[in-house]
């Protein structure tokens, strides 16, 4: 008896899922509102600047494991550029002070006894203190637990946060940034080196796996809106689209990889958290310069921008927790060239060198809330109705609404969907999986 898996949303959540289930020989149909797959993980041609962008940028860590699984699964770990130490290089645009933090290989930081590798300013304890980290409750923010004050907050606390968590340090949640650095820092440099996307992160994640899917037989709609669900006897018994029903047969399953605010108004009794933290993203088109390095970035602090990445032809900067800081709502020829001001410096270009193009893009919907209270939201994969299952990076993973987060809850969503059809005797070549 062979089943159907309906996954809604296109995202990385719902392409992860797709991927292991095709490959698990299971059928798969997959929807997606949206003319294009990827969600925030696309890239596009853009007009204005006459190149290939991603969406919002993303910095992934060695230590993030089930997103190289993913890579493996579609066949384009080559479309990453994995650095060859854990090195995180940083720039003060008040002081104009540099200087790298470079973690130790295995698990014991020695670094930290080093002056050069760590934390200027910030002696060994300061940095040996951060271990309270570790003993955070689920009502804490990282904040509450580090301070929000001195050398370290300023240089180590304030930009990780902002960049795992998308939310201030006096309003993240110290326990979800625990889960990250355990998994990354934690482990030590062999599992904190900085991966990026050589070219760009839909050729990386979302274009192969398309591939494989068209291989596998799998049916993909876009341009397919879901406006409601059929529910009936606890189950959904249709997914109604802009002007078609799609029914679900007895044995098929569904999959939600729509985001919290598109999945309240499916499931209106569901308690999901709010999905409206920003991140704004400027890409400055330049000239390629001799002997540039394929791919790389530096983190500023005293700045507004937080992150530069650069690739041949191509700057491309971060703000993230925009909506806390204002920078959501700041005059978009204003911010461009206050970001290009600072990228000049940071990146120490003439100070005459304009860009050829630049692009603001605002994420307003980027990431859940990543509080306490946001964190405490987050539902789990499974739900009230016997063939539903829920995929996204807010479903409750223990990980932030990071790549890592999303595939696994991708993989989350498969693990109970397999369950389900072995029980139910629905489908017979599951072996594979």
Not at 360 to 369: G, H, K, N, P, V
Request: contains cysteine.
């Amino acid at each position: 008896m062979a089943a159907t898996v309906h996954i809604v949303g296109m995202g990385l959540a719902g392409l992860t899922a797709a991927v292991r289930l095709a490959r698990a020989g299971v059928g798969v149909a997959l929807y997606e509102a949206a003319g294009h797959a990827g969600g925030r993980c696309r890239s596009f041609q853009d007009r204005k600047l006459g190149v290939e962008i991603d969406n919002g940028n993303h910095l992934l860590l060695s230590g993030n494991t089930r997103a190289l699984a993913y890579l493996d699964a579609i066949g384009s770990r080559e479309e990453l550029t994995v650095f060859d130490e854990a090195v995180f290089p940083f720039v003060d645009l008040s002081t104009g002070e540099r200087w790298s933090i470079k973690l130790s290989e295995g698990r014991v930081p020695w670094w930290l006894f080093d002056p050069a590798r760590r934390v200027p300013g910030a002696g060994v304890m300061a940095h040996l203190s951060a271990g309270r980290i570790m003993l955070a409750g689920p009502n804490a923010t990282v904040a509450d637990v580090v301070g929000r004050e001195g050398v370290l907050y300023d240089r180590f606390w304030a930009p990780i946060t902002m960049a795992v968590l998308n939310a201030v340090p006096e309003r993240a949640s110290a326990q979800l940034l625990k889960k990250t650095l355990l998994e990354t820092i934690g482990k030590g440099g062999a599992f904190a080196r900085p991966m990026i996307a050589t070219t760009s992160l839909g050729r990386a994640f979302i274009d192969p796996a398309l591939r494989v899917l068209n291989a596998s037989g799998a049916a993909v709609s876009t341009h397919t809106p879901l406006r409601d669900l059929d529910v009936g006897e606890g189950a959904v018994r249709a997914l109604l689209f802009e002007g078609q029903r799609v029914s679900v047969s007895k044995g098929d399953q569904v999959i939600l990889a729509v985001p919290p605010a598109r999945l309240k108004g499916l499931m209106r009794t569901l308690k999901v958290p709010d999905d409206d933290c920003a991140i704004v993203n400027a890409h400055f088109k330049v000239p390629v310069g001799e002997g540039e390095r394929a791919v790389d970035f530096i983190g500023l602090t005293n700045a507004v921008t937080h992150w530069i990445f650069r690739r041949p032809g191509l700057i491309s900067t971060t703000i993230s927790a925009a909506h806390h800081l204002g920078s959501d709502r700041a005059d978009s020829d204003t911010l461009l060239n206050e970001i290009w001001s600072e990228v000049r410096r940071a990146l120490s270009l003439p100070a005459d060198m304009v860009p050829e193009a630049q692009r603001l893009i605002r994420e307003r919907r980027a990431t859940f809330d990543q509080s306490p209270d946001g964190v405490k939201a987050r539902p789990g994969p499974t739900t009230p109705l016997a063939n539903l299952t829920l995929a996204g990076d807010f479903v409750d993973t223990g990980l932030p609404a990071t790549i890592e987060g999303a595939i696994r809850s991708g993989e989350q969503a498969v693990a109970h969907i397999l369950a389900r059809l072995r029980v139910t005797g629905h489908h017979a070549a599951l072996e594979a999986a």
